[in-house]
């Protein structure tokens, strides 16, 4: 993933907001992911953007685009301590063939 | 509809040994990948396979690892001989691409640990 990077680290406290935050390089990436991984699971989908759209929002989700600047973040409304996990950044090229993910970022939510 | 199947969940071999992976994807899907995920890193993309055949092995060690899809359905994933810094965890992940976005769904993983 060294094409999509993210900040390591992000701690909250219980009730803020949490934004974390990715750049890519690719500007033919179609779809930009955010997935989350719990302890010992596998990667699950949060939520996703297509290329051609600067916001979507999904509940507790917002997830804003940015092309020109090639930056994606997702935020976390009223962020949870179920939501203490790694969140990755990933995007997919060439007809939705190849993903790319970031290196992922740390949430640490404290009560 | 059931998940992505991995087995073991935890491997833990000396190095120069020889290891293998099983993955059975959701039913249907076409699409089966394997990612190496290594602590503190994203995940990164060894094989992809559509249906029974490749379709990007393109950072697969070749000299060491090895994988198939016979029939289309289950994987595997083997290293023969295991190097120290194969120790990560091995993602599976299928999709049928046939959705809109495309999502990659993944199983839990295998824990490889080289000694």
Same mark, same amino acid.
């Given at each position: 993933?060294?094409?999509?990077?993210?900040?390591?680290?992000?701690?909250?406290?219980?009730?803020?907001?949490?934004?974390?935050?990715?750049? %890519?390089?690719?500007?033919?990436?179609? %779809?930009?992911?955010?997935? $989350?991984?719990?302890?010992?699971?596998?990667?699950?989908?949060?939520? %996703?953007?297509?290329?051609?759209?600067?916001? $979507?929002?999904?509940?507790?989700?917002?997830?804003?685009? &940015?092309?020109?600047?090639?930056?994606?973040?997702?935020?976390?409304?009223?962020?949870?301590?179920?939501?203490?996990?790694? %969140?990755?950044?990933?995007?997919?090229?060439? &007809?939705? &063939?190849?993903?790319?993910?970031?290196?992922?970022? $740390?949430? &640490?939510?404290?009560? | 509809?059931?998940?992505?199947?991995?087995?073991? #969940?935890?491997?833990?071999?000396?190095? #120069?040994?020889?290891?293998?992976?099983?993955?059975?994807?959701?039913?249907?899907?076409?699409? +089966?990948?394997?990612?190496?995920?290594? +602590?503190?890193?994203?995940?990164?993309?060894?094989?992809?396979?559509?249906?029974?055949?490749?379709?990007?092995?393109?950072? +697969?060690?070749?000299? #060491?690892?090895?994988?198939?899809r016979l029939k289309g359905v289950d994987s595997t994933l083997k290293i023969q001989p295991a190097k120290l810094e194969d120790s990560a965890v091995y993602l599976c992940a299928s999709t049928d691409l046939a959705g809109s976005y495309n999502?990659?769904?993944?199983?839990?993983?295998? #824990? +490889?640990?080289?000694?």
């Amino acid at each position: 993933g060294e094409d999509v990077e993210q900040s390591l680290f992000l701690s909250v406290r219980e009730g803020d907001s949490s934004v974390i935050n990715c750049t %890519y390089t690719d500007s033919s990436s179609t %779809y930009l992911y955010w997935y $989350k991984q719990e302890p010992g699971a596998g990667l699950q989908l949060l939520t %996703y953007i297509f290329s051609n759209m600067d916001m $979507k929002q999904d509940q507790r989700l917002t997830v804003l685009l &940015n092309k020109k600047d090639k930056h994606l973040s997702l935020r976390i409304a009223d962020t949870q301590t179920g939501d203490s996990a790694i %969140y990755f950044c990933a995007e997919s090229r060439y &007809n939705f &063939n190849k993903f790319y993910f970031g290196s992922g970022t $740390k949430l &640490n939510v404290k009560p | 509809e059931a998940g992505v199947a991995q087995s073991p #969940r935890y491997k833990i071999i000396e190095k #120069r040994q020889s290891v293998a992976f099983w993955c059975n994807p959701i039913s249907g899907h076409a699409t +089966l990948y394997w990612y190496q995920q290594i +602590l503190g890193q994203g995940p990164k993309l060894l094989i992809q396979f559509q249906n029974n055949g490749v379709v990007d092995d393109s950072q +697969l060690p070749k000299d #060491r690892f090895s994988a198939e899809r016979l029939k289309g359905v289950d994987s595997t994933l083997k290293i023969q001989p295991a190097k120290l810094e194969d120790s990560a965890v091995y993602l599976c992940a299928s999709t049928d691409l046939a959705g809109s976005y495309n999502e990659q769904f993944f199983g839990p993983g295998t #824990r +490889l640990t080289v000694l």
